[in-house]
């Protein structure tokens, strides 16, 4: 059997060889790029390129730095995160929403290098900590009204119509709708979404109740054709296997590795005729 350290040694690894093959990818689109262009050095110089034009990006760079030399390695496991990286490698350069803020942001960030990544987060004082290590990260507090001890009641809620009805958070009725987040939260068609996040292991944390509804609500209401990758992780706790099987429908489920959880989730507003007929869950 291996040991915690070797699983730490073995996802330490992963990371530095998944940002070496992005730092090697961008190298070789780069001498590409500029094979193909045939540019002079007056050319280069006129745009204002300077020779600067294949440096590797800093967020890279700091990336590929920072899980090399650190000591503190993402919560998720080795196969968990391969699960998400593959979807993420499909459709990246994407729209990637992240629930929380912690060691593997700066993970994600990178494995959507030229796409937007956007974290929410619960804790502003370690939005700050994390904001002066990592000030490239696009992050945004929210608060959570809800507790883990009102789940048993929030999932009857969440069976009601008001909460079935698909449409944009903002103006939903139903209690689950997460509707204080920057408005431009709502109306991005997000590609991917992550939910790791709020605090949810005791009572009185704010759980991922509403942020597990919100998900599912938003990559149904896409604007943009095409489906949403979620990723919820912690379903081995009640909270997150039940509401995950509720709003994000067994019948989306693609697979399960670990504690993560991935739904693959049609946008309902495709403009066909059985888009109103369409059920909550399939």
């Avoid at 993402?74 to 196969?79: E, G, N, Y």
């Avoid at 000030?135 to 959570?144: A, D, I, K, Q």
């Amino acid at each position: 059997m291996r040991t915690r350290t070797s699983q730490t040694h073995e996802l330490k690894l992963l990371l530095v060889c998944l940002f070496a093959a992005l730092v090697l990818i961008f190298i070789v689109r780069s001498t590409l790029t500029t094979s193909q262009e045939h540019q002079t050095r007056e050319e280069t110089r006129s745009k204002g390129c300077a020779g600067a034009c294949n440096k590797l990006p800093r967020s890279l760079a700091q990336a590929l730095i920072h899980y090399s030399t650190s000591v503190i390695t993402p919560q998720q496991t080795l196969k968990e995160i391969i699960v998400s990286s593959r979807a993420l490698e499909k459709k990246s350069p994407c729209n990637f929403l992240v629930f929380g803020l912690g060691h593997d942001s700066l993970m994600w960030s990178s494995l959507n290098y030229g796409g937007r990544t956007v974290f929410l987060e619960e804790d502003e004082a370690w939005i700050k900590q994390i904001k002066r290590r990592f000030p490239m990260l696009e992050s945004y507090h929210v608060t959570y009204d809800s507790k883990v001890n009102q789940a048993e009641n929030l999932i009857e809620v969440g069976k009601g119509p008001e909460c079935t009805a698909v449409g944009d958070p903002r103006y939903s009725m139903c209690q689950l709708a997460l509707k204080g987040l920057p408005a431009e939260i709502y109306e991005t068609s997000w590609d991917l979404i992550m939910v790791d996040a709020p605090t949810g292991y005791y009572d009185e944390a704010p759980g991922r109740m509403t942020a597990i509804y919100t998900a599912g609500m938003m990559a149904r209401n896409r604007k943009r054709a095409g489906e949403t990758d979620v990723f919820v992780h912690d379903v081995n706790r009640e909270v997150e296997d039940k509401f995950s099987k509720a709003f994000l429908c067994e019948g989306y489920m693609k697979k399960q590795e670990g504690r993560l959880r991935h739904f693959v989730i049609p946008t309902y507003r495709d403009g066909s005729d059985s888009e109103s007929n369409r059920p909550f869950c399939p």
